[in-house]
C-alpha cells in the first residue's frame, strides 16, 4: 500500500507536533524543501539562513536516524518539490502553515492541513475571544489566558494578587560592576559547516561567526536551561533596560527555537513553571516571562490570521519615506543607540525587544518610514523573524501604520526614554535633552516633530491627548520642526 507523505515546513521541526505526531516509519515518508525563490528573494541575513537550513538538516538526520526515509529537496519552490514526488504517495499531509503565502502554496496542490498545535490557542479559539472585546488590548487576552489555562492562577485569583508587576519591573540597566550571565557557545558540527560553505560566500547580509545559535532540539533545551539558572531571576527587572555591557542582558535567547518548533511554549512554561515553584526565582520575573510567552508570543499570532492577508499593506500615515542607509550600515550614523543596535544585527541577528522597538522602530516612525520598507528589512536581518510574528509586531505595534486596531496608541519617544533606559546616550555625540542645536538629540528633536505633523491625525486618542497638548504649548516649535526638517534630510544622506 502507497504510504503517507509528511511535508514538514521550516518551522515544524518536533517529531511529536503538527503532521509528525501522527506519522510512523512503517506508514509515512517525510519531505523537506529547500526553496530557492525563498532563498534567493531577499538579501536575508547570513546567521538567519544558515540557521534556518542547518536546523532543518539537522532534524531531516535525526527523523532518519530513527527510521523514517526522508527525501530532503532543493526545488525551485515548496510546492514544486512536493510535486516532483507526490504521485508515488496517497497523500501528502503537513501541519497548517504559519504563512498565508504557504497556506495558499500547499492548498493550491492539495496538501492536506493537521492542526498546528505549535502554539498553545488555536486560531479559531483567538478568533473567538476577539469576537467578545471591544478592543483587543493584549493585557485582557492575556488575562483570558491565564484563567483559560490555569498558569499562575489560585481560586481564581492570579498570584500574588495582581495580574502584572510592572512597578517592580522596567528598571534601567543596574549600576556597575554588575555581573551579566555568559551565554553558551554552540560547537560548530560537520552539517553547520557545510551550511556555512554553501552560505558564506553568496550575497546575504551579516555575520556569520559568532557560535551562539544552537541548531539542534538538544542546544534549544541547553538554552532554557540556561536561562532558568542564570537570567531567569532577573529577567524582569532589567527586560526593558539597554546596555553596552551585554548584548543579551537576562533575555531568553528563545525565540529562534520556539519559532522553528525545536522547543514549544509549552515545554518552556512548564519548566518555568517549576523552576518558580522551586524557590528563590521571584514572581515578578516568574509573571513577566509567562507574559512574553503565552500572552504577546500567542497574541501576535492570533491576530497575523484574524487581520488577514492584507493586513501588512496598512500605512495610516501615508508615510513613504525609502528606508534609511543606517539600516543597512551603523557606520552612516553617529546616534550611539542606533549605531549600537544595528552592529549587533549584523553580529548575531538578534537585539531584545526594546532596541526593535524603542530604538528602530521608534526611529522608522518619526521619521516616516514607509512601513512595509521597514517591515521587509526587519523580516530580512533577524534570526526569529517569521512573517506571522513580524506582520502584527511592525505593522500593528511598533509603526501604528493600522491606526490604532491593535495598540491604542503609537509607541513613539523622544531621547529622554533612550536615556532612562539605556546607557548609550553617556558616550553619544548628541545631547537627549536638546531638541535644537547642533548637538540636539534626533530622537528629541524629531519626536516634536513629529506630534506637530501628525496633530490632526492623533487628536482623537485620547491616549496622545497630553503629549499634543504639549506640542502645542512649546515656544520653540517652529525652530524644533526646522531643525527636524534638517535631520530628516541629513538621515537621508546617511549624514547624522
Ligand atoms: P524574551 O524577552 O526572553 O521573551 C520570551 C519569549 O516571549 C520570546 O522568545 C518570544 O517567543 C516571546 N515574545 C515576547 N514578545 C513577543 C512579541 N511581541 N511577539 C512574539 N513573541 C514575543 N519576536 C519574534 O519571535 N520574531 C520576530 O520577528 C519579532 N519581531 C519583532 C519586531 C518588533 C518591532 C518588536 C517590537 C518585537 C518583535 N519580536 C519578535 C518580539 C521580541 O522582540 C522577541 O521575541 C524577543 O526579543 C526574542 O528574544 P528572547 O527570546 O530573548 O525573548
Ligand atoms: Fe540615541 Fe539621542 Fe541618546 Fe544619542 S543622545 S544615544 S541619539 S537617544
Known sequence: MAKTLVYVAHDNLHRNRGALALAAPESHEVVFVESQRMLQSQRWHKQRIFFMLSAARHFAAELKAIGFKVHYLKATDTAAGINSIKNSFSEVIAAEPSSFRLYKSLQSIGVKFIDNDFFLTPRSLFAHWAKGEKSLKMENFYRWQRIRLNILMESEKPVGGAWNFDEENRLPPPKEPYSWPKYPNWQRDQIDLEVIEEIDNSSYVGQIDEEIWGTTRQFAL??????????????????????????????????????????????????????????????????????????????????????????????????????????????????????????????????????????????AMLADINPAEFLAWMRRVFIDAADWVMVPNVIGMSMHADGGKMSTKPYIAGGAYISRMSDYCSSCKYNPKLRIGENACPFTTLYWHYLNRNRELLKRNHRMFQQINASKKLADIEATVAAGDEILDGLERGEV
Open 222 to 363: 541547553a538554552q532554557l536551561d540556561q536561562f532558568l539558572d542564570k537570567s531567569f531571576a532577573d529577567f524582569g527587572p532589567y527586560e526593558d533596560a539597554m546596555t553596552t555591557k551585554s548584548w543579551a542582558l537576562h533575555h531568553s535567547l528563545l525565540s529562534p527555537y520556539l519559532n522553528l518548533g525545536l522547543i514549544t511554549a509549552e515545554e518552556v512554561i512548564d519548566a518555568a513553571i517549576k523552576r518558580y515553584q522551586k524557590g528563590k526565582i521571584p514572581l515578578s520575573s516568574c509573571e513577566g516571562f509567562i507574559r512574553q510567552i503565552i500572552g504577546w508570543r500567542e497574541y501576535i499570532n492570533g491576530i497575523y490570521w484574524l487581520f488577514g492577508e492584507n493586513y501588512r499593506n496598512e500605512n495610516h500615515f501615508g508615510s513613504n519615506r525609502k528606508l534609511l542607509p543606517l539600516f543597512e550600515d551603523a557606520s552612516k550614523t553617529s546616534m550611539n543607540c542606533v549605531a549600537n543596535s544595528i552592529n549587533d544585527i549584523e553580529q548575531r541577528a538578534w537585539v531584545h525587544h526594546i532596541p526593535r522597538l524603542m530604538v528602530l522602530s521608534n526611529l
